[in-house]
């Protein structure tokens, strides 16, 4: 059990990210070893590491957290059962047998910060790790006695057998002398001591006092050792290297660097150790329990669906067959599809947290391929979209009055049921490339933007601009307002009302039949005469069905 100290800024954590392989910034120069030989694949799920702040999906309860390491850590030739009982020695270990089908919840509405640390700790003895254990700064945010809880844990795991390296920041005496070995450093990542504590932390302190004051009999050894090593007027990096405790330290690394041949790890040396689908089962198992048990989510996603609905059924009502209620029809299908920003912007912040939960811990600790996050986080949401799909088609599919045989309905409700599955991939697929939530949700406006923009009705490709016309050809959107705006139109006679009607005078002694029948012989004409034999006044209407009014939003 070794702790790792020094001042602010001295590179505790860094160091510990650095023996983790956790750490992807700067170049890493030297070797790392493992009883004298190169790190093995199997590394990151062989060891554990311990967050400072204590990362956990808040819809988890322990148990099920530690039995998701167990399972997904621990090597496929270990029984399910073997598993699931280490996961129920651990929690009896830490002690956590009251709370272990709790809820861990989030900080302040939860469990609270020592036992988070606990779950913390246990979700990385659950993948019962054979290398090392690591924790950044255990104590962090701890009262005193939550802390020295803490690190009596640890001890207790260290004489059970397993190795500790710890990132501690002045710890009380009675912490400090539960450590077996110490790394001092200072700014600069520079080692001024590693090496044994003795009883009652003896030895380190007798180093110290051969070149500089003693430590005094009431004084915590932490705040000793800090106060001394930080003095600037002593070159204690230099003194170390000339001391014989590092000269012995150098032996014996290079003692074991000389035996690596005759080292040999037990235990897969896989970078994950059950098989894809197996990871990919429980993970999505877990993806949809979360889903399930935030009922705000699924509420808000069903209350959404349902505003939405009614806002654009109740909005056009019944519409009839004239000119003006045709022109209805499809911007109210263009208006079912503006409804896109809105559920993106619920399925972003849902997406966001899976993926922080995944790259902070388990990508890291090689519990799954980072695949398996993206299919799981894709197939969870597939029921609950095809849900909201279904309530809003209905209330709005009906309610306009769009044609109710088995066939138009249904491919009516097939298109609005992908157009659903479009929004969530969309959504995911922006929060991805984005960091934060709230730079998610920028992006959300200005890409929406786009793609509502060049999906038909607004700008329809005749009429835009040829520089943008390519857009029509890659927008999965066009295509959906194209079939099932020609869904809902075609073959719908068209009558035009009194106000829609044009109005044309007639050539003497020709009716307006004959006057007309040019233009209608072209190929682009649309509509129809009311009155073609009358010879004075005659009346226009601009198209005779549906077919030829979608024909307006379609390219030449």
């Known amino acids: 059990m070794t702790a790792l100290m020094g001042l602010s800024g001295a590179g505790k954590t860094t160091l510990l990210d650095t023996l983790a392989q956790r750490i992807n910034i700067g170049v890493l ?14 590394m990151g799920r062989r060891t554990g590491f311990v967050h400072q702040n204590d990362i956990h999906l808040d819809s988890s309860t322990v148990r099920e957290a530690l039995q998701l390491s167990a399972r997904l850590r621990r090597p496929e030739s270990i029984s399910l059962e073997e598993k699931m009982t280490h996961v129920e020695v651990i929690i009896k270990l830490l002690e956590m047998e009251d709370i272990a089908d709790a809820v861990i919840g989030v900080p302040g509405a939860g469990l609270n910060l020592e036992r988070r640390k606990r779950v913390s700790i246990g979700v990385e003895l659950a993948a019962r790790p054979d290398i090392l254990l690591f924790l950044d700064e255990p104590t962090s945010g701890l009262d005193g006695n939550s802390a020295l809880s803490i690190v009596q844990l640890m001890r ?21 002398e539960l450590f077996d070995s110490l790394l001092l450093l200072i700014p600069g990542g520079k080692t001024t001591y590693f090496g044994p504590l003795g009883p009652r932390c003896k030895k380190i302190i007798d180093y110290f006092a051969r070149h500089t004051r003693p430590c005094r009999d009431t004084e915590n050894p932490a705040d000793y050792l800090l106060e001394v090593s930080s003095s600037t007027e002593t070159d204690w990096f230099q003194i170390w290297k000339e001391s014989p405790e590092f000269l012995a330290t150098q032996e014996q690394l290079q003692d074991i660097l000389q035996e690596k041949e005759d080292t040999s790890l037990s235990g897969s040396d896989k970078a994950y150790a059950v098989p894809y689908l197996e990871q990919l089962r429980v993970v999505t198992r877990r993806a949809f329990i979360n889903y399930w048990r935030d009922s705000d989510y699924v509420l808000g996603k069903v209350q959404l669906n349902i505003w939405m609905g009614l806002m654009n059924g109740l909005t056009f009502l019944q519409l009839s067959n004239d ?25 972003e912040p849902r997406f966001i947290i899976l993926r922080d939960q995944f790259l ?114 890659i927008s999965p959107l066009f295509y959906y307002i194209e079939g099932i705006g020609t869904n809902a139109m075609h073959a719908l006679d068209i009558t035009c009302e009194g106000s829609e009607i044009q109005i044309f005078k007639a050539p003497l002694s020709e009716t307006c039949a004959s006057f007309a029948a040019e233009f209608f012989n072209m190929s682009n004409s649309t509509g129809y005469l009311i009155n073609p034999d009358a010879t004075d006044q005659c009346e226009y209407c601009s198209y005779a069905d549906g077919d030829q009014y979608v024909s307006a939003f379609c390219p030449p």
């Open 29 to 42: 120069l030297g070797g790392l070893y493992l009883d004298g030989c190169p790190l093995p694949q199997s």
């Open 156 to 176: 207790k795991l260290s004489n059970a057998g397993q190795t500790i390296l710890c990132t501690i920041h002045q710890p009380s005496s009675q912490m400090i």
């Open 360 to 473: 902070a811990r388990e990508n890291e600790s090689r519990v799954y391929h980072w695949s398996v996050f993206t299919i799981s986080a894709l197939l969870v949401e597939i029921p609950f979209t095809l849900l909201g799909g279904l309530i809003y088609w209905l209330l709005w599919h009906y309610m306009v009055g769009y044609y109710y045989t088995s066939d138009r309905a249904g491919y009516a409700f097939l298109m609005y049921e992908l157009y659903s599955l479009f929004v969530a991939s969309l959504a995911q697929l922006t929060a991805a490339l984005f960091p934060t939530v709230l730079a998610a949700q920028t992006a959300t406006g200005f890409v929406w933007l786009v793609v509502n923009t060049f999906n038909g009705p607004l700008s329809p490709p005749p009429l835009t601009p040829r520089g943008w016309r390519w857009f029509y050809s």
């Open 323 to 347: 000119l003006a209620d045709s022109r209805g029809r499809m911007f109210s299908i263009f208006v079912s599809v503006i409804t896109g920003p809105v559920l993106s912007l619920q399925i």
